[in-house]
């Protein structure tokens, strides 16, 4: 059960948009620390795909978005494409567990 | 170009300790906000941050792991090393190394390795 609390999945239809929640509290996300997303595809490593809250690495499309608000912080997908079928985790430090955390992990199925 | 790999065994007995090495290439663990971490993900289960070694040698651990594992770094070869004692079955995971970059109030891992897959079994 970890801290960052993430929908077990979503989907949706390729040209959508879908956005994916990672819920904290305020030893997390409400404290202020950064909010990452990781995609992970089945059989390889994670990627890092948005870091601190909003900042996308260079070569993660503009597609992919972050957000952050009070406890909780979003991810959103636009104009989804089948490669984007993959999980995608949360991560944040929590102060009261004195480490990093990672959300449980949302499964995206695009129809 | 960033690169990291694990290193280590496949199978591990109950009890046993597990050491798995990290080596890298294309950044220095003596450059300021940079560090090397260890990250695990369990068969259908989440990823679980493990253990991080800064590059001033500050080490931070899981609490919950913290009595099980040891992480060190030879700045000279390019590697760091976990390791975890006491291996039971429930430590049977795909075990990856990554890089971090630790900007104000954020650690993100950035570039990771491709995993080790980690049985933990009689």
């Known amino acids: 059960q970890s801290v960052l609390t993430q929908p077990p999945s979503v989907s949706g239809a390729p040209g959508q948009r879908v956005t994916i929640s990672c819920t904290g509290s305020s030893s997390n996300i409400g404290a202020g620390f950064g909010v990452h997303w990781y995609q992970k595809l089945p059989g390889t490593a994670p990627k890092l795909l948005i870091y601190d809250n909003s900042n996308r690495p260079s070569g993660v499309p503009d597609r992919f978005s972050g957000s952050k608000s009070g406890t909780s912080a979003s991810l959103a997908i636009t104009g989804l494409q089948a490669e984007d079928e993959a999980d995608y985790y949360c991560?944040?430090?929590?102060?009261?567990?004195?480490?990093?955390?990672f959300g449980g992990g949302t499964k995206l199925t695009v129809l | 170009q960033i690169t990291l790999k694990e290193s280590g065994p496949t199978l591990v007995k109950p009890t046993q300790t597990l050491t798995l090495t990290c080596t890298f290439s294309?950044?220095?663990?003596?450059?300021?906000?940079?560090?090397v971490g260890w990250i695990r993900q369990p068969p259908e289960k989440a990823l679980e941050w493990l253990a991080l070694i800064y590059w001033d040698d500050d080490k931070r651990y899981s609490p919950s792991l913290k009595s099980r594992l040891t992480i060190t770094k030879d700045t000279s070869k390019n590697q760091v090393v976990l390791t975890m004692t006491n291996m039971d079955p429930v430590d049977t995971a795909t075990y990856y190394c990554?890089?971090?970059?630790?900007?104000?109030?954020?650690?993100?891992?950035?570039?990771w390795g491709q995993g080790t897959q980690v049985t933990v079994s009689s």
């Open positions: 294309g950044f220095s663990l003596s450059t300021s906000a940079v560090g």
């Open positions: 990554a890089r971090f970059r630790h900007i104000s109030s954020s650690v993100y891992f950035d570039c």
């Open positions: 991560q944040s430090y929590d102060s009261s567990l004195s480490g990093w955390v």
